[in-house]
């Protein structure tokens, strides 16, 4: 029997520190469940960080000209979201000032097609308004077409994660898992950290670390789920002039998806300027070419969707990243959140920032009752983890 003394007990043991784990452990705390985070490098340094910030009910996955199971699944996050920031809702983000409070969809005139009778339809109403001239935001004011507001709206991603991390920066460490660390006991997982005299004894193990999952599903002996891996090469926009935008470029778009997802950020070498964040097929398609093929190919798209713009002057950089979710028929995007539980591991990909939620309403619905919650924090050997650098910091 080991020690008392050096035993500390979970309810979860959370590996992964970018919007999953942080949302998890956020709402569990607040649940009453004992938890504690572990991360092997930075807060939010991979798929979190590069995501746009969007908080979006689907719109942009109905592009076909018809509602899908893909926009329906999303289409109450916002909503919750919304409840979140007024400190109404499953996690507290009251004080957290969203970006944009709204998302736009433009297009050029006559480009939209069929797509302007559905924007029209009963089914949308109350998501969608389309906008009068001197309605267009900032960065679409020269522009001869439609602008359509949605009730989606964006986050300061680096905001988010901090806010996140406040009220449990003392359960989330620093440390590299190992499968070889942890071992199976009669109730739950038992877990040694390197160096320490403690045993850590978790009733449950969840796994959110995006790539890192298919790693620690191998190395535990899981039985699935499968991985699957969906790169990105999103484009940063470095301009004199950019006014923020916050938009999807519909103009001739050949597929049910935006030409362009444009957020807007401040340039962190310029505190006066605005960069542009573009992703869409734009960054789909992206991952086939070369990073001078993307940027030769996002300089048309942007003197094609945003031509009152003179892009001479613009400095491109791009940002590859991938999209790690379970592993669906033909590599097609999930619609939902995803957890599976495999021999008391619970595999966890959010598959959107927006689904987080979901995932932990997903999540809530494997545990037991807390057990081992407590207003102290797990006191263990360990660095705490710190946020990661924003992904274009010297791009």
């Excluded at 992964?16 to 807060?43: D, F, H, K, Q, S």
């Excluded at 190992?178 to 320490?196: K, R, V, Y």
């Amino acid at each position: 029997m080991p020690d008392p003394s050096r035993v500390i007990r979970l309810d979860a043991l959370i590996v992964g520190g970018g919007i999953a784990g942080l949302w998890l452990v956020n709402l569990m705390t607040r649940l009453g469940y004992g938890a504690a985070l572990l991360e092997a490098g930075a807060l939010g340094c991979a798929q979190t960080l590069g995501s746009q910030g969007m908080i979006h009910g689907g719109l942009k996955y109905a592009l076909a000209g018809r509602l899908t199971g893909a926009s329906e699944a999303i289409a109450g996050m916002p909503a919750r979201w919304r409840a979140c920031l007024a400190g109404r809702g499953d996690v507290d983000l009251s004080g957290l000032a969203p970006l944009s409070e709204h998302y736009y969809l433009f297009a050029q005139a006559g480009s939209l097609g069929r797509l302007t009778t559905f924007f029209a339809s009963r089914a949308l109403r109350g998501r969608i308004r389309r906008l009068a001239a001197n309605q267009y935001p900032a960065g679409l004011r020269s522009l001869d077409g439609v602008v359509y507001e949605l009730d989606d709206f964006v986050l300061d991603a680096p905001d988010l994660l901090n806010r996140l991390l406040e009220p449990v920066a003392d359960r989330v460490f620093r440390h590299r898992l190992q499968a070889c660390e942890l071992t199976a006991t009669d109730s739950g997982w038992c877990w040694i950290p390197p160096g320490s005299d403690k045993e850590v004894h978790t009733s449950r193990v969840i796994l959110c670390a995006g790539a890192g999952n298919g790693t620690l599903i191998t190395g535990l002996g899981l039985d699935g789920p499968a991985m699957q891996l969906r790169p990105l090469k999103q484009v940063v926009v470095r301009h004199p002039d950019l006014d923020p935008l916050f938009a999807h470029c519909l103009t001739g778009i050949s597929r049910p998806e935006p030409r362009l997802t444009i957020t807007s950020h401040r340039d962190p070498e310029n505190a006066n300027a605005w960069l542009w964040y573009l992703g869409g097929a734009l960054a789909t398609d992206g991952a086939k070419r070369s990073d001078e093929e993307q940027i030769d190919h996002a300089r048309r798209e942007l003197a094609r969707c945003v031509p009152w713009v003179d892009w001479h002057g613009a400095d491109l950089h791009c940002l590859t990243w991938d999209r790690a979710e379970p592993a669906q028929a033909g590599g097609r995007r999930p619609d939902e959140a995803f957890v599976s539980d495999v021999r008391g591991v619970l595999v966890c990909w959010p598959t959107k920032l927006t689904l987080a939620p979901d995932l932990g309403d997903r999540v809530l619905a494997h545990l037991d009752p807390p057990r081992f919650g407590s207003n102290t924090a797990p006191i263990l050997d360990l660095p705490p983890a710190e946020l990661a650098p924003l992904p274009w910091t010297g791009a």
